[in-house]
């Protein structure tokens, strides 16, 4: 039976190689450059969210998708809460989202993985450079396969994710639609509820859990960026075939972590990033090395 090192000592570890020169300084660029979209895109003022108000504001507006001079609303009614999430949408800011989005993808995307090779160039004691980094930019073969890979991580999923949220999404309006007051809340009521708030725990589990299964492939082609999409694909998902549970409970030991990333628009990622990607490696790493020695301690069982 394969053994692993135990979480807290690949962590340690990670805390450790995240402070390597190499890894400090690629993670800096990576930030830093996100932070710099981020803050473009809220300048050109491209960014999507809702907004608080009151029912009053919205007068007899009930729940739906409405047209503007130039735009639409999305309004959600939420009468037992005494407010309302509206979503204001202009054209104009429409192509801005969509164009600093594409941006987005198209820069983070190769430094993503050019970042990624130099996290396990370290590991690995290989020679590891900044300026390895823009590799993924200036050579078309590797340009397309970190495309390609970081689309399924961060498209893919996403928009997987946004469906599996849809149920939920269905039930608290109909829980909102049908309980206007206090006085007409029921256990139906209530059950509806809890429903919703159950799929929508249940729709984070699954993009997170599709997330982690997709993940090796990003690692596969940092420590291997040489290799076609197809060995991509084969040997991302063997190296943690079986593993797949146990890789997913790793990964979840850094929910919170990544939950405060986000809260701070990824500005935490200087250390979050480093100390998942670094900590997932060392996993794999270690998998990989139990799964050699395991073939081999049963081969001469199988030659006798």
Request: proline letters at 4%.
């Given at each position: 039976?394969?053994?692993?090192?135990?979480?807290?000592?690949i962590k340690?570890?990670?805390?450790?190689?995240?402070?390597?020169?190499?890894?400090?300084?690629?993670?800096?660029?990576?930030?830093?450059?996100?932070?710099?979209?981020?803050?473009?895109?809220?300048?050109?003022?491209?960014?999507?969210?809702?907004?608080?108000?009151?029912?009053?504001?919205?007068?007899?507006?009930?729940?739906?998708?409405?047209?503007?001079?130039?735009?639409?609303?999305?309004?959600?009614?939420?009468?037992?809460?005494?407010?309302?999430?509206?979503?204001?949408?202009?054209?104009?800011?429409?192509?801005?989202?969509?164009?600093?989005?594409?941006?987005?993808?198209?820069?983070?995307?190769?430094?993503?993985?050019?970042?990624?090779?130099?996290?396990?160039?370290?590991?690995?004691?290989?020679?590891?450079?900044?300026?390895?980094?823009?590799?993924?930019?200036?050579?078309?073969?590797?340009?397309?396969?970190?495309?390609?890979?970081?689309?399924?991580?961060?498209?893919?999923?996403r928009f997987?994710?946004?469906?599996?949220?849809?149920?939920?999404?269905?039930?608290?309006y109909l829980?909102?639609?049908?309980?206007?007051?206090?006085?007409?809340?029921?256990?139906?009521?209530?059950?509806?509820?809890?429903?919703?708030?159950?799929?929508?725990?249940?729709?984070?589990?699954?993009?997170?859990?599709?997330?982690?299964?997709?993940?090796?492939?990003?690692?596969?082609?940092?420590?291997?960026?040489?290799?076609?999409?197809?060995?991509?694909?084969?040997?991302?998902?063997?190296?943690?075939?079986?593993?797949?549970?146990?890789?997913?409970?790793?990964?979840?030991?850094?929910?919170?972590?990544?939950?405060?990333?986000?809260?701070?628009?990824?500005?935490?990622?200087?250390?979050?990033?480093?100390?998942?990607?670094?900590?997932?490696?060392?996993?794999?790493?270690?998998?990989?090395?139990?799964?050699?020695?395991?073939?081999?301690?049963?081969?001469?069982?199988?030659?006798?």
């Amino acid at each position: 039976m394969i053994q692993l090192p135990p979480r807290r000592e690949i962590k340690q570890q990670a805390k450790g190689w995240m402070l390597h020169p190499v890894c400090l300084r690629v993670t800096l660029l990576l930030v830093s450059v996100t932070m710099g979209l981020f803050g473009l895109q809220m300048l050109l003022d491209g960014n999507m969210g809702y907004l608080i108000g009151s029912l009053d504001k919205y007068g007899g507006s009930s729940t739906g998708i409405y047209r503007v001079e130039d735009g639409f609303n999305v309004i959600f009614r939420m009468d037992l809460a005494g407010v309302v999430l509206a979503l204001p949408v202009s054209y104009a800011k429409l192509r801005v989202f969509v164009a600093m989005n594409v941006l987005t993808f198209l820069v983070l995307a190769p430094l993503r993985l050019g970042v990624m090779e130099q996290y396990w160039n370290v590991l690995v004691k290989k020679e590891a450079s900044v300026y390895s980094v823009f590799r993924w930019f200036t050579q078309p073969a590797r340009l397309v396969r970190a495309l390609v890979v970081e689309f399924l991580l961060q498209g893919v999923v996403r928009f997987l994710g946004l469906i599996a949220m849809c149920p939920s999404l269905y039930c608290y309006y109909l829980f909102y639609t049908t309980t206007p007051t206090m006085e007409s809340l029921t256990s139906g009521n209530a059950t509806l509820q809890f429903a919703a708030s159950a799929l929508a725990f249940l729709a984070v589990f699954f993009t997170f859990w599709l997330h982690c299964l997709l993940l090796p492939l990003r690692y596969c082609l940092a420590a291997h960026p040489e290799y076609r999409l197809r060995q991509v694909f084969v040997r991302g998902r063997r190296s943690v075939k079986g593993f797949d549970k146990a890789f997913f409970g790793f990964r979840s030991t850094y929910l919170l972590w990544f939950g405060a990333s986000s809260f701070t628009h990824f500005a935490l990622d200087l250390f979050v990033l480093p100390y998942s990607s670094l900590g997932s490696m060392l996993y794999l790493q270690a998998l990989g090395k139990a799964k050699q020695q395991e073939e081999k301690e049963e081969r001469p069982s199988i030659q006798e």
